[in-house]
């Protein structure tokens, strides 16, 4: 049986929190390409929401790579 030193944990759990950061870009590049651009001349409220949430959800991304 393999017994898991601390550092060895360490280790994994930031591999992981790596593969999940760039995961979450991924997905957030793949929504953007997916959703159509808001324009100025015809935005409901829907729309509005949707570009905030899009925004804010890359704030958030950017903001956990450099953290």
């Known amino acids: ?3 898991s030193t601390p550092d060895l944990r360490a ?3 930031e591999d992981l ?3 999940v950061a760039h995961l ?3 997905m957030a590049l793949q929504f953007r390409n997916l959703v159509p651009p808001v ?3 015809s935005q409901d409220s829907r729309e509005q ?3 905030q949430i ?3 959800l890359e704030k958030r991304i ?3 790579m450099l953290g």
């Open 17 to 19: 929190r790596d593969y």
């Open 62 to 64: 950017s903001r956990q």
């Open 49 to 51: 929401m949707l570009g």
């Open 24 to 26: 979450q870009v991924h």
């Open 1 to 3: 049986m393999i017994t």
């Open 54 to 56: 899009q925004a804010d």
């Open 39 to 41: 324009s100025p001349q």
């Open 11 to 13: 280790e994994l759990r």
